[in-house]
Structures are given as C-alpha cells and as structure tokens.
C-alpha cells in the first residue's frame, strides 16, 4: 500500500519561499508511469493543481503558479519537494500530494494533507 505524508512549517512570512516535502512509503516515485503532483486548496475554495514530477523526473507545472513553483526529488530518500516562492496570505491553505498513473483518471494516493498559513 503506498502512503505519501506532507512535512513542512505550518506558518510562513510573506515573501518568503514555502517549502514541503512528501515522503513516500510503499512505492518508488521511480515507478514507470506515476506522476507525484502537489495540490493545494484555499479556505472555502477548490482543489488546485500546483504541478507534478513524473517518475522520469519530468515537471510540469500550472501555468498561473510556474514563476513562482519548483518541484524536485531526491530518489534516495525517496522524496519529492515543493518551492513556492514570494508567498502571499492568499498562498494560505491545506497542501496535498498524491500520486497518479498515466492512463488512470484521477488520483490514487493522497497525502493527508498539511495547513500552511501565510502571516506575519
């Protein structure tokens, strides 16, 4: 069973760089196929996809967040990360990963979740 856990500070400075890391158990994020993204969702808002590293090591990410987003991984720990720089209150929400497969509609894995706020 593949479980995926969010770390990270709860609260972060505006203007400075959120940075989240998903631990994944159970799994390789080197397995053929599966795409590992980071997804967010504002208080009272919807889900938003943020982007993704696939198990090529391959980004992508949502066109409104690219200039300020970086997703990386380190194989060894069996991890991948979240940058979101120049933060603002309205980045303030729970941050998800989860895992897809290429071909498979939605989401089979989900982390459960981490609050971040943006204050100061």
């Known amino acids: 069973q593949v479980q995926l856990q969010e770390s990270g500070p709860g609260l972060v400075k505006p203007s400075q760089t959120l940075s989240l890391t998903c631990t994944v158990s159970?799994?390789?994020?080197?397995?053929?196929?599966?795409?590992w993204s980071w997804i967010r969702q504002p208080p009272g808002k919807g889900l938003e996809w943020m982007g993704a590293?696939?198990?090529?090591?391959?980004?992508y990410y949502s066109p409104s967040l690219k200039s300020r987003t970086s997703i990386s991984r380190d194989t060894s720990k069996n991890q991948f990360t979240l940058q979101l720089s120049s933060v603002t209150p309205e980045d303030t929400a729970v941050y998800y990963c989860?895992?897809?497969?290429?071909?498979?509609?939605?989401?089979?894995?989900w982390g459960q979740g981490t609050q971040v706020t943006v204050s100061s």
């Open positions: 989860a895992r897809r497969e290429l071909g498979i509609m939605g989401y089979s894995y």
């Open positions: 159970g799994g390789s994020i080197t397995t053929n196929y599966a795409y």
């Open positions: 590293i696939a198990y090529s090591g391959s980004t």
